[in-house]
């Protein structure tokens, strides 16, 4: 295992005084930290709350990086706010949940956005709607910008969970593989919602091959004037990165290698086994449809499909199975059972699928 130092965006959710913004800035530089975050217009869900001093705070950005040759960027969600950091001399802004998921606004700062040079990076939107993602990033390609970055923070959820929004790292696989080498970091501050929850995310995204982190840190975080309880003072966050560490995609080990070549194996032989007998349960289900179709029985019994479901799920949770996953997998299996017996039953010629 090899151990490098991920890429770093830290910086306050809130740009909130001169003397926070420099304060919290000066920390990050002390610990490595090159590239310096800010919200200046801050999109609060509800009304009431802090929403960021605006443009009065961009200068404090341009003295972080004038003074400590820190890269800085903040939050843009229309037009006036692209041409206000443009007059501020900012060379990267991000677009935020709450923005990427419409595409008007999308559009419209792709056309700010056109032709600066500027660096943007597109945060997943609120939703697990990964096709909104998909079309932020191409409304950036088609006004010909190509310097974009992608920013995975979690979609939100009517449930309580563990994290403030649910990770979904599904999500984020996608993306990188619809959009290899563009540079892909984690948000873990919004995703967790709680500083406690943000080393074993920053891990788990770095775990899945992400090139680094976007994280909130703010000098006094517990005076925060926004997401207070999910920021990390610069020491802290110090302490963190050092934690953490990056697992290469290969290694030279030859005995590793050899390892897991064996293991890999092993699963192609597993997986082959798996589709011949997905393809026995079917040719057995097709042939309960024909007896349906003989018998004018309906396709769908479901006190047998509960006995079905309630057997696999304890058999699998003697054998250290998430239900969750039984249930699904077998959910997906009666579905395509399902849809197989209904054309048996719909074909009236007496040819089922092909099959004469
Ligand atoms: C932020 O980065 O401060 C922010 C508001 O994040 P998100 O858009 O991910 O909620
Ligand atoms: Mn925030």
């Known amino acids: 295992m090899d151990i490098k130092t991920p890429y770093i965006i830290a ?70 706010h692209v041409e206000a950091c443009l007059k501020a001399g900012l060379d990267m802004v991000w677009i935020g949940a709450r923005t990427s998921t419409n595409p008007f606004l999308v559009q419209e700062l792709a056309d700010a956005l056109s032709g600066t040079g500027v660096h943007v990076m597109v945060k997943n939107p609120i939703n697990a709607d990964v096709a909104l993602w998909v079309g932020a990033v191409e409304r950036l390609q088609r006004r010909g910008i190509e310097n974009f970055g992608l920013i995975h923070r979690g979609v939100s959820s009517f449930e309580k969970m563990r994290y403030r929004n649910s990770p979904q790292w599904q999500m984020a696989v996608h993306m990188r593989r619809l959009f290899p080498g563009v540079p892909f970091l984690c948000d873990p501050s919004h995703m967790g919602g709680n500083a406690a929850y943000v080393p074993e995310l920053s891990q788990r995204a770095l775990d899945l091959g992400l090139d680094g982190l976007m994280i909130e840190s703010h000098c006094c975080p517990s005076c ?28 030279a080990n030859p005995a590793f290698e050899r390892a897991v070549s064996e293991q890999r194996a092993r699963i ?79 074909d009236d010629d007496g040819k089922e699928n092909g099959r004469q």
């Open 11 to 80: 910086g306050p959710c809130s740009a909130e005084s001169e003397d926070q913004v420099m304060r919290t800035a000066r920390g990050l530089k002390d610990i490595g930290v090159g590239v310096f975050r800010a919200g200046i217009w801050k999109p609060r869900t509800r009304p009431g709350n802090f929403e960021g001093v605006g443009e009065c705070g961009l200068p404090w950005l341009q003295r972080v990086h004038d003074e400590l040759g820190m890269r800085v960027c903040t939050e843009v969600a229309s037009t006036s």
């Open 224 to 251: 925060a004037l926004s997401d207070a309880s999910q920021q990390l003072a610069p020491e802290e966050l110090g302490r963190m990165i050092a934690g953490l560490s990056i697992r290469d995609d290969g290694s």
């Open 268 to 346: 192609d032989t597993i997986d082959e086994n798996l589709v011949r007998l997905l393809a026995s349960r079917m040719e057995v289900s097709r042939e309960i449809g024909r007896l349906k179709k003989e018998n004018n029985v309906a396709v769908l019994q479901l006190s047998r499909w509960d006995d079905v479901l309630e057997s696999a799920i304890s058999e699998g949770q003697t054998l250290g199975m998430d239900p969750d996953f039984v249930r699904d997998v077998f959910n997906a299996i009666h579905s395509a059972s399902i849809a197989e017996q209904n054309s048996i039953l719909h």
